[in-house]
């Protein structure tokens, strides 16, 4: 787990990447775009820290130790709460569309494959969490 976060800043991203290099990356991006940034090797602990912190946004890999991504993001949606609706992009060094799929039906709501176009993530970050902004200002989703 990385640092401290306050649990209720409001640009907090859960970033779930078992290998190091690439969580790295992805961090420095994050931070460069203002995001505080909380950090997992693994699926489990990400639920974890996803259910503490309520993220505004959450990057995850597919391939995960314990847990899948897919699984992951499955878990996430069953939530009482904020993670029911909250953005979730996942990347893959897999491309297969049957991932692209199960990931989709599992309720991601962007599929990038590795390596990403940094420019195209940016700009799905951004429309992602305005969408959900306006969502939860309208109330259109009921938060149980």
Do not use: C
Request: proline share 3%; net charge negative; charged share 25%.
């Amino acid at each position: 787990m990385s640092r401290v976060i306050p649990k209720f800043a409001k640009r907090v991203a859960l970033l779930v990447e078992d290998y190091t290099d690439s969580r790295e990356m992805l961090r420095f991006l994050l931070q460069g775009l203002h995001w505080h940034v909380l950090e997992s090797g693994d699926g489990s602990e990400a639920i974890k820290l996803a259910t503490t912190y309520q993220p505004t946004l959450i990057i995850t890999d597919l391939n995960l130790p314990g847990i899948d991504g897919i699984q992951l993001v499955r878990e996430l949606r069953r939530s009482d709460h904020w993670l029911k609706i909250v953005p979730i992009i996942m990347l893959t060094a897999i491309d297969e569309e049957t991932s692209r799929h199960s990931a989709l039906a599992a309720g991601v709501n962007r599929f990038f494959t590795k390596p990403v176009n940094f420019e195209l993530l940016e700009l799905a970050i951004s429309e992602l969490v305005q969408e959900t902004s306006l969502q939860e200002e309208n109330g259109t989703n009921s938060l149980n």
